[in-house]
């Protein structure tokens, strides 16, 4: 099941670049497709982000901004930076002694990022590291 929701949140974030011609799955498709996920929502809503919010100005951002990355007749391809955050959150998941990875994974994977506009929106709308890892460990370690 799990493996499923992963796969749909890379697909869905697949879709995103597809639909907008775009040549490269960037970390900001993949968050705007994570940022779908109810599980998401959850850390969200405590976190008292508004999740519109972020999600309209990423759409923005990926509309207006992110034009240029225009693809040929090939499917969209994954960028080095969505490697590393699957790895990582891969990584996450055996050192955590679990066997699947979650959505929740995939959010920190990205948030240890260190460049790019998911990381500017997650500072701008307060989305601090210290709370997302006291969330995990509160929410899912213990399952």
Do not use: C
Request: cysteine-free.
């Amino acid at each position: 099941m799990a493996a499923d929701r992963i796969e749909l949140i890379l697909d869905r974030a697949m879709d995103f670049a597809t639909e907008r011609s775009h040549e490269y799955v960037t970390l900001e498709h993949l968050l705007l497709s994570v940022l779908q996920e109810p599980p998401v929502h959850k850390i969200i809503e405590k976190l008292k982000v508004n999740i519109d919010d972020i999600s309209s100005e990423l759409v923005t951002y990926i509309d207006n901004e992110m034009g240029s990355i225009v693809r040929d007749k090939t499917q969209p391809r994954k960028t080095q930076s969505l490697e590393r955050v699957f790895n990582r959150a891969y990584t996450q998941v055996l050192f955590g002694g679990r066997e699947h990875m979650q959505t929740i994974d995939i959010f920190l994977s990205i948030y240890a990022e260190e460049k790019g506009y998911s990381i500017y929106l997650f500072k701008k709308f307060g989305v601090n590291k210290k709370d997302l890892v006291e969330f995990f460990n509160e929410t899912y370690v213990h399952d």
